[in-house]
T-cell receptor, first 115, second 112 residues
Framework: DGGITQSPKYLFRKEGQNVTLSCEQNLNHDAMYWYRQDPGQGLRLIYYSQIVNDFQKGDIAEGYSVSREKKESFPLTVTSAQKNPTAFYLC??????????????FGEGSRLTVL | GNSVTQMEGPVTLSEEAFLTINCTYTATGYPSLFWYVQYPGEGLQLLLKATKADDKGSNKGFEATYRKETTSFHLEKGSVQVSDSAVYFCALRRRGRRALTFGSGTRLQVQP
């Protein structure tokens, strides 16, 4: 089945460690996104990428990094510079501009807890 | 800038009650508007959308009408079920931008 796969579903990290969250899609979508979800704050955009080897900062990019070496993959690294990394992270994708209905397709999320 | 404001939750209703979740937005131009739903432990799923003023989006008994004059996109359902218990997010997409701007979400709890 086509979809977006995020891993791991749960992740624990010690302070000062970097951690990478995986996001893979087999929908042949060209745009991919990372959002952070905190209780009572909704979703906030971290980074997005519209094509391979290109990405843009969202509203809360500080302390995060991404890469887009393949169309199917958009990993997110939470670095030790991120002051409050404990959150639920959601990856999403959307089709190319000509087929774009505006809908984002979401993965099931990764919950990161910093101990 | 662009922003979406939703009513705070949780909203607690009895089964078969009428549901309204308010959503208002601030945006330049004429954005597209969306409602997404998130069931416990899952990602978000598109519930409905509207792309221009006076459009009505509908799905699974839910409806929302794009009101440009009041910059609103309120979600309604005539008779809620226990299975509708979830968090509902209102979102907008500005013309020429791919990413969505989300509201803070409203948790709905439906009791039997």
């Amino acid at each position: 089945d086509g979809g977006i796969t995020q891993s791991p579903k749960y992740l624990f990290r010690k302070e000062g460690q970097n951690v990478t969250l995986s996001c893979e899609q087999n929908l042949n979508h060209d745009a991919m996104y990372w959002y952070r979800q905190d209780p009572g704050q909704g979703l906030r955009l971290i980074y997005y990428s519209q094509i391979v080897n290109d990405f843009q900062k969202g509203d809360i990019a500080e302390g995060y990094s991404v890469s887009r070496e393949k169309k199917e993959s958009f990993p997110l690294t939470v670095t030790s510079a991120q002051k409050n990394p404990t959150a639920f992270y959601l990856c999403a994708s959307s089709p190319m501009a000509g087929s774009d209905t505006g809908e984002l397709f979401f993965g099931e999320g990764s919950r990161l807890t910093v101990l | 800038g662009n922003s979406v404001t939703q009513m705070e939750g949780p909203v607690t209703l009895s089964e078969e009650a009428f549901l309204t979740i308010n959503c208002t937005y601030t945006a330049t131009g004429y954005p597209s508007l969306f409602w997404y739903v998130q069931y416990p432990g899952e990602g978000l799923q598109l519930l409905l959308k509207a792309t221009k003023a006076d459009d009505k989006g509908s799905n699974k008994g839910f409806e929302a009408t794009y009101r440009k004059e009041t910059t609103s996109f309120h979600l309604e359902k005539g008779s809620v079920q226990v299975s509708d218990s979830a968090v509902y997010f209102c979102a907008l997409r500005r013309r020429g931008r791919r990413a969505l701007t989300f509201g803070s979400g409203t948790r709905l709890q439906v009791q039997p």
